[in-house]
Nanobody, 125 residues
Framework: QVYLAESGGGSVQAGGSLRLSCAVG????????MGWFRQPPGKEREFVAS????????DYADSVKGRFTISRDAAKNTMYLQMSGLKPEDTAVYYC??????????????????WGRGTQVTVSS
């Protein structure tokens, strides 16, 4: 079981910044990857970014490239999403997720089995 808790959401104006955090309630040693997803109002949940825990390889949705940065701090068992240049279309509930499998090769497509409850991000124009 992997317990995940997001924080850092809020309301900002367009062009502003926010940093989301995702605390992982277990040792992250060996965990394969984590990711951020979001669900805009009335839409399906969509991928935002991912990071492999061991090597820190990252992947981003085209819509956030150059504006969002995903990172992790293994010592703190925490993942982050730094969001800059926020746009109204970034408004969504943001979720973190984990693929806790161990021993995977880099490049393996993550399978996210554990999810947090989400944190609301609202961007006004």
């Amino acid at each position: 079981q992997v317990y995940l808790a997001e924080s850092g959401g809020g309301s900002v104006q367009a062009g502003g910044s926010l940093r989301l955090s995702c605390a992982v309630g277990r040792r992250t040693l060996g965990l394969y990857a984590m990711g951020w997803f979001r669900q805009p109002p009335g839409k399906e949940r969509e991928f935002v970014a991912s990071i492999t825990w061991s090597r820190g390889n990252t992947d981003y949705a085209d819509s956030v490239k150059g504006r969002f940065t995903i990172s992790r701090d293994a010592a703190k068992n925490t993942m982050y999403l730094q969001m800059s240049g926020l746009k109204p279309e970034d408004t969504a509930v943001y979720y973190c997720a984990s693929d806790p499998r161990t021993g995977l090769e880099e490049g393996t497509i993550p399978v996210y089995d554990y999810w947090g409850r989400g944190t609301q991000v609202t961007v006004s124009s």
